[in-house]
């Protein structure tokens, strides 16, 4: 919701408290009147559609206010002759009222638009003024237009030369007094020649005209010229800021400050002032309208100037109490005029004013690299109807890696980790199968156990062996214990060749082989177990890779297409912050007037910044905290003294410094 709207809403809401009660209060006042007569009810109508509408704008179009004017027959067109009863002549005030209410929110709107721009023109200026290579840039630029502009002036100035040498009645060049016989007879490359010479005499003359330009550098042209503007734009603002603030401070103020405490006195006196107060209204509108683009007047001298047309102004300072019925007739037909020919003709000049003044438009400020883009298109699309396979081959690459990268590393490590979370025996880590330990220790125990009862001497130092001794061995085997056939080898060893022609020797050694196989796979199990255990922790790492490429690839395509919302949010708090720093430079530089309050430039300067500032916020601060925020704004922008509004703006900047950082 805009400040506009608040007001609007605020003014629409004194203006139906406006009671008509008194207007029943004799019996002689209720027999002259007719409560349920059709033109009552259609003025009822006309008011009802011309209070504010519900939502975020509170202002109707234009063309609605005047269609509900011309409806009610208050406009010259349709206007009725018969006299309206006392009941229907306050209704028509009522409805004058509304109307003027809905335009003057129009107004302001329009006044907002104008200066909010106006600052992005300023700062063109000022980057173009801070240094010779943004100047430069500016003069490259703009040559087309001031070579097309110079042509131009040099067409039309040997067009009128050559018109006039034509007809005879001058000479070309002003110098002969007499039209000449044998030059216009003459031929079409006599004619041609002269044309010549007329265009030669036309560009030294303008070179002559124009001696600044040749004496200053192209650059410091440029310079001279962006000040100039620069200064028409600074100027604009201000007149439009006073403008503002005249029409805030001034317009339809019912009653001390336009309380809203539901008091209906305070807009309704004995001698019916607010009605004043809507014919002051729709003078002043008009009156500011016509004098905010004057030429060569300054801020004081447009504000005086509207006060003194607003106290001189004919419809105001002839009206008497016998006329009465006709001023509702003068004020709608004076909304009339503001709305169908000032406030149009002054939104066409201010743009005009812009469009001259203003930053250059993007055809200008880019038509050298769009000419060098099209130049080079032919180059580009002859390289790439060339290299046409190449791209469609890297194009085919890059998707396939893209899918690859997809189901290898992001979506195979979620299915393993699924699977490892639900006890998938084919997902379980192993280094070794499960049944190799068991077959490689039951082998090494048979062997121990068939070579303790072959050589039962060499193994055990009995000539048998019992089944509780064979059955000893098997489980000093299970722990690992092959004492046996360390004996035996301990044995054979001290007569080598003995032990190894019999066989001994070796059978020991590839036993202990065996053994050394074991105790590796015992080594390998128990790393096995340990892997299995952390099994989901490894999934999660193999999973963490892709991962965070695929994070980091879209934060990277968000970023690029611009939908990073802490991004937006951020440069919207530094907006923030911006138009805060502008409202602090308002209020500490402003020359408040005796009863210490804002000028008229100086407070409509900053209503549009609380403007601005009500529009960032909106999607900035949540819904409860917006609120508390628009009330200090409304406090910051209330006339309550410089004092007051410093205050207001110190809590702003300490209240909601965390979301304004």
């Known amino acids: 919701m805009s400040v506009v709207a608040d007001q609007v809403r605020q003014l629409d809401a004194q203006l139906d408290r406006i009671p008509l009660s008194y207007l029943t209060d004799s019996a002689a006042t209720r027999a002259s009147i007719d409560l349920d007569s059709p033109r009552a009810k259609e003025l009822l109508r006309t008011v009802k559609a011309l209070s504010a509408p519900s939502g975020p704008n509170a202002v109707l179009l234009p063309q609605q206010i005047l269609s509900l004017l011309s409806q009610s027959r208050l406009l010259p067109a349709n206007f009725e002759e018969a006299l309206p009863n006392q009941y229907e002549a306050e209704l028509e005030w009522i409805l004058v009222g509304k109307a003027t209410l809905q335009t003057y929110g129009i107004i302001l709107h329009a006044l907002l638009d104008q200066i909010i721009p106006l600052s992005d023109h300023i700062w063109y200026w000022d980057d173009v003024l801070s240094s010779p290579t943004y100047t430069s840039l500016y003069m490259v630029q703009t040559s087309p237009v001031r070579l097309w502009a110079w042509s131009r002036e040099i067409y039309e100035d040997s067009k009128a030369r050559f018109q006039l040498y034509a007809s005879g009645g001058a000479s070309a060049t002003g110098s002969e007094a007499g039209p000449d016989t044998q030059s216009l007879q003459a031929g079409l490359a006599q004619q041609w020649k002269r044309f010549y010479e007329i265009v030669r005499e036309s560009i030294r003359e303008k070179s002559l005209t124009n001696l600044q330009r040749t004496v200053m550098s192209p650059v410091a042209l440029c310079r001279s010229e962006a000040r100039q503007k620069q200064a028409k734009l600074k100027k604009l603002k201000e007149m439009t800021s006073s403008a503002l603030g005249v029409l805030i401070v001034e317009g339809l103020v019912f009653g001390a400050n336009g309380s809203d405490d539901g008091k209906a006195d305070t807009i309704l006196s004995a001698k019916q002032e607010w009605k004043s107060v809507v014919e002051r209204s729709a003078i002043l509108m008009d009156m500011v309208l016509k004098d905010v683009l004057a030429p060569n007047l300054r801020v004081s001298d447009f504000e005086d100037r509207v006060f003194a047309g607003v106290q001189e102004d004919p419809e105001l300072s002839t009206q008497a109490e016998e006329d009465e ?7 709608a037909r004076r909304l009339q005029d503001l709305l169908e020919y000032h406030l149009p003709a002054h939104l066409q000049d201010t743009k005009e004013l812009v469009a001259d ?9 880019y038509w050298l690299p769009s000419i060098s883009l099209l130049l080079s298109s032919t180059t580009v699309l002859r390289i790439l109807v060339n290299k046409k396979q190449e791209i469609v081959h890297w194009i085919r690459d ?47 125990e048979r062997m121990v156990v068939d070579f303790a009862l072959d050589k039962s001497g060499a193994a055990t130092g009995a000539s048998a062996i019992s089944e509780a001794q064979v059955a000893e061995i098997r489980a000093k085997v299970r722990e690992g214990d092959v004492t046996p056939i360390l004996r035996a080898y301990e044995k054979d060893l001290r007569t080598p ?14 036993i202990q082989v065996q053994k050394t196989k074991v105790d590796v796979e015992v080594a390998m199990s128990g790393i096995d177990s340990l892997l299995k255990s952390q099994e989901l922790v490894f999934g999660f790492v193999g999973l963490t890779p892709g991962i ?41 530089d402003a020359t408040p007037s005796p009863n210490n309050v804002l000028p008229y430039k100086d407070h409509g300067l900053l209503i549009s910044e609380v403007h601005v500032l009500r529009q960032l916020v909106h999607s900035l601060l949540p819904a409860d905290i917006e609120k508390d925020f628009l009330d200090d704004l409304d406090d910051l922008a209330n006339l309550k003294g410089i004092m007051s509004q410093l205050r207001a703006l110190a809590r702003i900047r300490w209240a909601y410094s965390k979301w304004l950082r």
């Not at 990073?564 to 502008?582: D, I, Q, T, W, Y």
């Open 357 to 365: 003044n203003g930053r250059p438009s993007r055809l200008v400020r």
């Open 548 to 588: 965070l490429v695929s994070v980091g690839a879209v934060q990277y395509l968000r970023g690029v297409f611009g939908g990073r919302k802490g991004f937006r949010e951020s440069r919207k708090a530094g907006r923030c912050v911006r138009v805060l720093r502008n409202i602090d430079r308002i209020l500490s």
């Open 497 to 510: 060749l003995m032990g190894t022609v019999r066989g001994d020797l070796v059978r020991t050694l590839l």
């Open 325 to 331: 019925v006709n001023r509702p007739l003068m004020v």
């Open 398 to 444: 890059l998707g396939a890696t893209v899918r690859d990268f997809w189901f290898n590393w992001v979506i195979d490590p979620v299915r393993k980790i699924v699977g490892t979370i639900r006890h998938d025996s084919n997902s379980e880590i192993a280094i070794m199968s499960r049944d190799s330990l068991k077959a490689d220790r039951e082998s090494l």
